[in-house]
């Protein structure tokens, strides 16, 4: 339990600038508060003390502002910044590493009794405030929800809605940075207006696209018969460029070879 209460403290630290110290995070932070609460219930709900679940639940409303249901699920490292109005559902799913802020409604749309109401959000996904996500879909790992977005469709993995209707503007399958994989307070990136940093992302994402395409052709090399280690340790970049024209033009001639004996072989059939 205090291994539990001292990763939700090093989490509010890491992921909250104005955290000072941890006995203002132990004192001072509802979301703290309503999640050590939240254990509690969830115990007592999973072994069928429902009142008591739902009255610990109730009693840390009142005391925080911020209601979950005790039979929601909530992952480790869950961090509910301000945290008054927030309303998690019964069928509710939170993710590790999810935050949350001020006013998000994870809520449902239908009344039928034991069916999945509530969304599930993913492991990393970041909820602005005020924004109401309704229905049992799932939001994807690390999707980002804008402040006042109504989301009524799932949201793909690394995306963000904003909007009511809540609408994806930035594609899904766009391949994250380890600078956008890691946590970014309010849920933007730093920086992003900066020419300069514009500048090192281009130059970054053609370093990266560039590696990937030599990964392709080496692969396709080695497919083909050729031995890239010895070719590997010449020059800066680590492969030397004449020998490997010289494996491709040995690669295609040995394929070239290959075909004409398939066809060598037909020939001898016929
Ligand atoms: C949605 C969010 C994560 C996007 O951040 P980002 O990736 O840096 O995106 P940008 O700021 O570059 O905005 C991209 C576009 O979305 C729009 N947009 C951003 N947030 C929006 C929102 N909440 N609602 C509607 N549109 C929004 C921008 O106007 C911009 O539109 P444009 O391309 O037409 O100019 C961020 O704006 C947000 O809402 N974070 C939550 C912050 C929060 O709740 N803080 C509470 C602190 S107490």
Not at 155 to 171: D, E, K, S
Not at 194 to 222: F, M, T, Y
Request: contains cysteine; charged residues 20%; glycine residues 10%.
């Amino acid at each position: 339990m205090f291994k539990r209460l001292r990763e939700d403290i090093a989490t509010i630290r890491e992921r909250d600038p104005a955290a000072r110290s941890a006995w203002e995070v132990l004192t001072c932070y509802p979301g703290l508060h309503a999640l050590v609460a939240h254990r509690l219930a969830h115990a007592c709900w999973r072994a069928r003390r429902r009142w008591l679940a739902r009255f610990i639940s109730q009693v840390a409303r009142f005391l925080t502002g911020i209601e979950i249901h005790p039979g929601a699920t909530v992952g480790r490292r869950v961090f509910i910044d301000h945290g008054m109005g927030v309303v998690v559902g019964e069928t509710a799913e939170i993710g590790d590493d999810c935050t949350i802020y001020q006013g998000v409604t994870l809520g449902g749309t239908l009344l039928t009794r034991g069916a999945k109401r509530h969304p599930t959000l993913e492991r990393g996904v970041i909820v602005g405030a005020g924004a109401k996500v309704l229905g049992g879909f799932t939001i994807g790992e690390n999707a980002k929800i804008g402040s006042n977005a109504v989301v009524v469709k799932p949201v793909p993995a690394g995306a963000t809605a904003v909007g009511n209707p809540a609408r994806v503007i930035q594609p899904a399958d766009r391949k994250r940075s380890p600078e956008h994989a890691a946590f970014c307070a309010y849920g933007i990136t730093p920086n992003a207006e900066d020419p300069v940093s514009l500048a090192l992302h281009g130059l970054i994402d053609h370093a990266a696209n560039e590696k990937q395409r030599v990964d392709e052709i080496v692969a396709a090399l080695e497919r083909l018969g050729a031995r890239i280690e010895a070719l590997q340790g010449a020059g800066a970049s680590g492969i030397d460029l004449q020998r490997l024209s010289a494996a491709i033009q040995g690669a295609a001639q040995t394929s070239t070879d290959a075909r004409a004996d398939v066809s060598m072989e037909g020939q001898d059939v016929v």
